[in-house]
Structure formats: C-alpha cells, structure tokens
C-alpha cells in the first residue's frame, strides 16, 4: 500500500512514516501544504494523511483541490482541531475520517487500514476495457478470451492503465507503480516496461494496440470502442 503523508510537524511526521514504514508501507511524506498538493494530484495513493493547519495551503484547501480534480483517493484529517463543527465541515468537503491529535500510532494504523479496505472492496474483483479482462483476485489478464502470460509488474503496470482507463499517466507515476524508489530520469527503465505490456498484451497482431503515447505527457490505454 501506498501512503502520503502531510504534516508540517516534523516529530509527528516522522513517528507517522516511519511506523507505517515499519508495516511494510510506501510512504511519501512532506511539511508543506503546496507541495502535499502537488504529490497528491500527481502520484495514486491508497490513502492520504492530511493535517488541517499547514503553510502554504491548509488541508481543507488541499481536499477540496484534490476532489475538485476527480480523485477519489480516502483522505483521513489529522489534526488538533476536536470541535464537532470541525468534524463536520471536514466531512462535509470529502474527509474519509478524522483523528484527532494526541492519538495512538496504532489507532492511526488501524484506521489507515480500514480505509483502504473499504476503498478497494468497492471496486470489483474483475476489470474490464474493450475486449482485456483483469481479474485482481485470481492475478489473471485475458484478452479476447485468452488468457496472456504476464509478469507481476506488468500485471501491475497494467492494473493502473486499466482503472485509469483514457487517462493521460505520467512517466514518474508509472515509475512509482512498478518501483518503491525514484528511479534515474535518464534510464530507460519506463520505457521497457511500457515495451514488456505492450508485447504481453500483442497475442495476435491485428488486434489494435491499446497503450498508446501521449508524446512529452506519458501513456494512456486506449478503448478502441470509444474512438
């Protein structure tokens, strides 16, 4: 699972990152209100921790930004403000959940979980585009009824495109999906993975080509049906 975190108190911060760190988490984290943004509308996150009182941008600002862009992702509010009327505009502009500051790192843990439990336990088992069918249960891909051999980052690679399904993904997201780390912007490694799906997902070549480029922007899969 992959987390971001935004909190501009350094302590707290790191304690968050580095519990979640400790659970096997992929965390992204940061102080700043405008950057928490910028990382929140550019990368896919599981859940996203958000402080209410930030520089730059407060978290409410922040939220309401990222569901004005179409992002669903759960967002729990971490913060010092336990007033109801606090609670209640928070949920009223999106907030998933809300714990209130001083907390227990394991209740954190705990609801962090839940969120992203319920979020995927909404989206069904089994994906499908035009004539690929991604079955996320059983890790199976098939096209046109044939069922394709595919490595697990490609198989995740894949995943991505097809919840995303039309939407233009950059080169550093892709490169968050198949890597924990930033990889050198000079290397090649997006592209040959781009290359391995488009070649597990080429069984027949009359079948039209489903990841396209969008040039100096990134990839998208295309439903030909849609055109």
């Known amino acids: 699972m992959k987390l971001l975190v935004v909190e501009d108190n350094e302590h707290i911060r790191k304690s968050i990152v ?19 943004l910028w990382h929140a509308l550019e990368y896919n996150y599981d859940v996203i921790v958000l402080d209410i009182m930030l520089p730059k941008l407060d978290g409410k600002q922040i939220l309401q930004k990222i569901r004005q862009a179409g992002k669903d992702t759960p967002v729990l509010f971490l913060t010092a403000l336990d007033q109801l009327d606090d609670k209640i505009e928070g949920f ?37 585009v035009a004539d690929l069918e991604l079955d996320r249960s059983a890790r199976t891909v098939s096209r046109n009824g044939q069922l394709l051999s595919m490595t697990p980052q490609s198989f995740s690679l894949l995943e991505l495109f097809m919840l995303r399904k039309g939407q233009v993904i950059s080169r550093s997201e892709i490169e968050q999906c198949i890597y924990d780390e930033h ?12 290359y391995a799906l488009r070649k597990a997902l080429q069984v027949d070549k009359s079948q039209p080509q489903l990841i396209q480029t969008k040039r100096g922007m990134g990839y998208y899969l295309q439903d030909p049906g849609c055109e």
């Open 183 to 194: 990889v050198n912007p000079m290397s090649n490694v997006v592209e040959s993975a781009i």
């Open 92 to 128: 009223k502009i999106g907030a998933d959940d809300y714990l209130v500051k001083s907390f227990a790192i394991e209740e954190l843990l705990a609801r962090v979980e839940a969120l992203s439990r319920r979020r995927y336990q909404a989206i069904s088992s089994v994906i499908k």
């Open 18 to 36: 580095r519990a979640f760190k400790a659970n096997k988490y992929v965390v992204d984290d940061t102080g700043d209100g405008e950057d928490g």
